[in-house]
């Protein structure tokens, strides 16, 4: 085996310009694939923990992923008569009993933590305008557990909801709207016409200008007062763990108390999609610069092969099987591909730290955002795999040509 990588570098010096031209091409690719590899991969990342951070993992609504059949549906499976336009029953809408469906829901599983919510809208009066908004009811001891208003609050906390009940908690572009500061009362409409007062305790900045300036959070009791819906909640938001469980276990959530729990896969499913598409297209792109260099590696060992055919003759006439022949050129190949290597993943490196060290202020943002950039190991593993595998078959086609020279032939002919 050193014998035949002797002669398979020999046979590459023979000929350095070439060798050198088509070296760079792996070198190239290999840093350019790290470069946008670690870049979309670092977006993606960076925008599924935002997905994953700003939303509950699991939103449970007193909804049915199906319809409840009819008792004349349930009494009558092989009817005639289709049942239509049946009106439903006026209910107060919302989960019953939502403390003992969530002491289930811990005692099932210890590692998720849940918390009631119970939204509605409402109206805020101030500087001459009216702002509807989203209103909020939590426990105020579980809104930073299931919530991250607590590491965008730009005034005050959390926790002065919880020595303040008549507290409201409210976003910094909405105050700005409304012309209001810390301490200052504001009034609030709710749904069903009634009208109270809270005290802004809290102000919170998420970058969102929708959220910022719809969003208000106030303790669950003074919603469900305000609303006239007791002992009821809209939706639980659970947090797990490993947000990556939430689609298993949301189903068996669903199956076992009925109402309908959405998974944040199953709420974003329409934007995951277009992210598996988008690395789709990614890979192929940067991985076509590897194939570039891979035609430039198969240039230059069909060129050798072509040049060296006597030669090839009389090492085959000295013993040398057609095997230990192909092995020579697809070694050039695999030499090629691991300096390639080497120096394409340390030039690669350079260029993920340089793309780190990029920060980008978005039209309408208020401060700079880093680019995200990915050091995982496995695109380091897949530039190496594409870039070896690419340089071996680029030089197993010339390499098996070569193997099936007859020396008798060559020898005559010259």
Not at 72 to 79: E, S
Not at 135 to 152: A, F, N
Not at 223 to 239: E, F, M, P, W, Y
Request: a positive charge; one cysteine or more; hydrophobic letters at 45%.
């Amino acid at each position: 085996m050193k014998l035949l990588s002797s002669i398979a570098i020999r046979y590459l010096l023979a000929r350095k310009r070439q060798s050198i031209v088509s070296l760079l091409g792996i070198i190239l690719g290999v840093a350019f694939f790290l470069a946008i590899s670690s870049l979309m991969r670092g977006t993606e990342t960076d925008f599924i923990r935002r997905l994953v951070d700003n939303s509950p993992h699991i939103n449970i609504t007193p909804e049915f992923r199906l319809p409840r059949e009819q008792p004349a549906v349930i009494t009558y499976p092989d009817r005639l008569v289709e049942i239509r336009n049946v009106k439903p029953v006026n209910e107060t809408r919302g989960i019953l009993n939502y403390n003992q469906v969530i002491e289930s829901l811990k005692f099932s599983n210890p590692d998720i933590v849940a918390s009631p919510t119970l939204n509605d809208q409402a109206i805020i009066r101030g500087a001459g305008r009216n702002y509807s908004v989203t209103l909020s009811g939590m426990i105020p001891e579980d809104i930073k557990k299931v919530t991250t208003v607590e590491k965008y609050m730009v005034e005050g906390t959390v926790d002065n909801i919880i020595s303040n009940p008549d507290g409201v908690i409210i976003g910094a572009n909405l105050a700005k709207n409304l012309s209001l500061y810390m301490g200052n009362n504001l009034t609030l409409t709710s749904s069903t016409g009634q009208v109270r007062n809270f005290k802004i305790v809290g102000m919170f900045r998420t970058g969102r200008s929708q959220y910022d300036e719809r969003q208000a959070f106030v303790t669950l009791k003074r919603v469900q007062a305000l609303t006239d819906r007791a002992n009821r909640t809209s939706n639980i938001l659970v947090k797990l763990s490993d947000p990556y469980q939430a689609k298993e276990i949301a189903d068996d959530i669903e199956s076992r108390i009925g109402y309908k729990a959405v998974s944040w896969q199953e709420a974003s499913e329409d934007m995951i999609s277009s992210l598996v598409v988008r690395n789709i297209v990614m890979y192929t792109v940067v991985s076509a610069v590897l194939v570039v260099a891979a035609f430039g590696i198969y240039n230059v060992i069909s060129t050798v092969v072509i040049e060296k055919h006597k030669d090839i003759s009389i090492l085959k006439s000295m013993g040398f099987r057609a095997s230990d022949i192909k092995n020579i050129f697809v070694t050039q190949g695999l030499v090629l591909g691991v300096i390639g290597c080497l120096v394409g993943i340390p030039l690669g490196c350079v260029l993920m730290f340089s793309l780190s060290q990029v920060s980008l202020k978005a039209p309408g943002s208020s401060e700079a955002i880093p680019m995200p950039v990915d050091w995982g190991i496995t695109q380091f593993l897949i530039a190496i795999a594409f870039a070896l595998g690419s340089a071996s078959i680029a030089a197993l086609l010339p390499a098996r040509k070569a193997a099936i020279v007859e020396p008798v032939d060559i020898l005559r002919g010259s």
